[in-house]
């Protein structure tokens, strides 16, 4: 019998990140932040426990998702306990002391700031000048207040900065539009694999590029670029495997051709997902976070600005794999059957797979939101049993709640100020723009080459759009142009295997080392940054303006 | 993860060698572990039982002293830690009595006839296990390069089992 190898116990990691994001979430507790309102110190807890949980992992990220999302309601929502019956303390201002001078309590002023009390939950602050203070009163200045106004008497209480939100938002995130739109895209994508739409395409695309091996390296990418533009990166590199494995297994396995091979399909669904709103789940976080701003980015806007950057890194990781592994092998077969299904149903998948793509690719002429054209195929495809019950079963629902949690967490990051505290304690202005979106764009490659590429847009992006509507950043700053690049930046790394799922796919086959994969995928994580950030100074202020 | 093992049976050790020789490119992956009799044999898959490890694919002589190759496979048929395992009987004089036998309680899934071609051994013996990896493992993806990849990587798409994070 085998003896079992000692390993480095499983379950170390678990236990360290379990307890640093209990830790993580208890410091808010109890460390007083100056500047951070209570609920913010609430949403540092959850984010710091968040940030845990995605980054070691004890949990699977979606439960972490889940996680985020119950305390939300338990701890920020209105139901929760924490705010339920509470309401602020009020004080009315007496007649003036002098011309514009109001005697109000020490406790009603944090600094040069007062909060007018708007209601019994909402605040909003004013800038005053403090005059003098005696006895547990301070005289203040301002010109916005009256005889009678009410104030918050007490700037440390919990609902000041903060108004707090419905449990129904917190939960309401798993039907965002943005939700919705994948939960479309996964059911057409699931209803293509059914019905085998996804392997016919290829074999018909792929015909036109000859038998000469690097155009056939080209055509896969391009095809599986295509491809997952629409459906899951990992699922179209799972299908193009098994195009690649027949060729592989023809070639000496010295060619060096089989590493382009193995290589060539992960970096192009990596590639690919960019291109559309639903290619990957980083790309619903963007958009989930511009919505937020009231930004709506339309799906044909989406593709105008990611596809010409998509189809330059396929060309340049085509060029720079033929660079570095020159193939030897001449000719092989490729056996390209296609043989589309033509029962009814695959009739029906291929019209509302076509009619759906078409009008979301034209929103920006026909004006309905893609998440609205996202329930075409939705109710299509069950109404016409396309799918039946064990097929909505079989669908990738612990994404949607992942994307969920992230989208909930912007939420709250948002709304109780922490994302423009986290973001205000370095002065981002003396950086030029450009700069700033290099450093964030850098800081989202590292962390997603060893980080879900959802986790790591999750964790940024609430923060790069919070430095644009906060002004910190300086002038100019465009929230789209920083949120999409971060966005891009999270779908460009792929360095490791486990930077992303069809990275482990094409390093399990064995045709590739790890170091072939650093080499080529480090030199396109950084190429891409500055292919994009190139695009996004000079070419898509032009499309979104 | 658990093991994955091969178990052979088989009651000269000299067809035994030959047999674990033929497999030899598989043990990295999936162990082999021998037995003589049928009476080894059970011993041996209790042991493994409670490792906690698995048993993927049993290659099983017929004629042997004892139990016969066949008793055990149905044996292994029925019992729930065994039944997912693969099963292939190599031998030169079951009958079709027995073979009928196996065919029918024990869910056979190969018959090779000795003397067998390495080529075609090692053949089945990565089928056998594709399929088994298929139906009983979550994570496919250690096994990618020593099994079939072409039928591992279609599981992979049709399942939708790894989704995009």
């Known amino acids: 019998m085998r003896k079992k190898e000692k390993r480095f116990p499983d379950w170390t990691k678990t236990v360290v990140g379990l307890c640093l994001g209990l830790i993580g979430f208890m410091i808010p507790l109890f460390v007083h932040f100056d500047g951070l309102s209570f609920a913010g110190h609430l949403t540092l807890g959850i984010f710091l426990v968040a940030a845990s949980f995605w980054m070691l992992e004890p949990i699977p990220i979606y439960a972490t998702s889940m996680l985020v999302i119950f305390l939300q309601i338990v701890l920020l929502s209105t139901q929760g306990p924490l705010f339920q019956d509470s309401s602020l303390p009020e004080f009315q201002l007496e007649a003036a002391a002098q011309e514009q001078v109001w005697q109000v309590p020490d406790s009603a002023v944090d600094g040069n700031q007062l909060w007018l009390r708007k209601g019994a939950r909402s605040s909003e602050a004013i800038q005053i000048e403090v005059v003098e203070s005696e006895a547990g009163f301070t005289f203040v200045r301002s010109g916005e207040l009256s005889e009678g106004t009410a104030i918050v008497s007490d700037v440390n209480h919990k609902l000041v900065g903060y108004t707090p939100a419905s449990y129904t938002l917190f939960l309401g995130t798993l039907a965002s539009p943005i939700i919705i739109l994948f939960l479309g895209g996964f059911m057409l994508a699931a209803a293509a694999v059914k019905y085998n739409l996804d392997k016919n395409l290829t074999n018909v695309l792929l015909k036109p590029f000859g038998q000469k091996p690097m155009f056939i390296i080209l055509g896969l990418m391009l095809v599986t670029a295509v491809l997952s533009a629409f459906m899951s990166n990992t699922a179209t590199t799972a299908m193009m495997m098994t195009v690649a494995i027949p060729i592989a297994l023809q070639i000496d396995t010295k060619d060096k051709f089989r590493i382009i091979l193995a290589l060539s399909i992960p970096i192009a669904a990596n590639l690919g997902g960019m291109a559309t709103p639903i290619g990957t789940p980083p790309n619903a976080i963007v958009i989930s976070a511009l919505n937020q701003q009231g930004i709506q980015l339309a799906f044909g806007t989406w593709m105008l600005i990611a596809t010409p950057l998509v189809i330059v890194m396929l060309l340049a990781a085509w060029g720079l794999m033929r660079f570095f592994y020159p193939p030897t092998v001449t000719s092989f077969k490729l056996q390209l059957d296609s043989a589309f299904e033509k029962s009814p149903k695959a009739i029906i998948m291929y019209a509302v797979f076509a009619l759906t793509v078409l009008l979301w690719v034209t929103e920006a002429q026909h004006g309905i939101p893609s998440g609205m054209v996202a329930f075409l195929p939705i109710m299509a495809l069950t109404v016409s049993s396309v799918l039946e019950k064990e097929d909505i079963r079989k669908l990738p629902w612990e994404v949607l709640w992942l994307v969920a949690g992230g989208i909930s967490l912007g939420l709250s990051m948002e709304n109780t100020g922490l994302a423009v505290w986290l973001v205000s304690s370095i002065s981002w202005d003396v950086l030029p723009q450009i700069m700033l979106l290099l450093v964030f764009g850098f800081v989202a490659l590292m962390l997603s080459n060893f980080l879900s590429n959802t986790v790591t847009a999750t964790l940024l992006i609430p923060l790069a759009v919070s430095m644009g509507t906060s002004g910190i950043a300086g002038e100019g700053f465009s929230l789209v142009i920083s949120a999409v690049l971060i966005g891009m930046a999270c779908n460009m790394a792929m360095l490791l295997p486990i930077s992303t799922p069809p990275n482990a796919i094409a390093m399990s086959t064995g045709y590739i080392k790890t170091a072939d994969m650093v080499k080529i995928g480090g030199i396109i994580g950084i190429i891409g940054l500055f292919v994009a950030l190139a695009y996004a100074v000079l070419f898509w202020p032009a499309v979104l303006l | ?165």
Request: with cysteine; hydrophobic share 45%.
């Open chain 2, 1 to 165: 993860m658990s093991t994955i093992y091969i178990l052979c049976v088989e009651d000269e050790p000299e067809v035994l060698d030959v047999v674990v020789r033929d497999l030899a490119a598989l043990e990295d992956v999936f162990p082999i572990e021998m037995a003589v009799s049928a009476e080894e044999a059970r011993q041996i898959i209790k042991e493994i039982e409670e490792n906690g490890d698995k048993i993927g694919l049993a290659i099983c002589d017929h004629v042997m002293p004892g139990d016969k190759g066949v008793e055990l496979m149905i044996e292994m048929q029925n019992e729930p830690f065994t039944e997912r395992t693969r099963k292939v009987l190599l031998t030169g004089q079951a009958g079709l009595d027995a073979t009928i036998e196996a065919v029918n309680h024990a869910r056979l899934n190969r018959y090779i006839a000795k003397p067998w071609d390495p080529e075609n051994l090692m053949k089945v013996a990565i089928d056998e296990l594709t399929t088994y990896v298929i139906e009983a493992e979550k994570n496919l993806l250690p096994f990618m390069s020593s099994l079939d990849a072409r039928r591992l990587q279609e599981a992979i798409r049709a399942r939708g089992s790894i989704s995009d994070y």
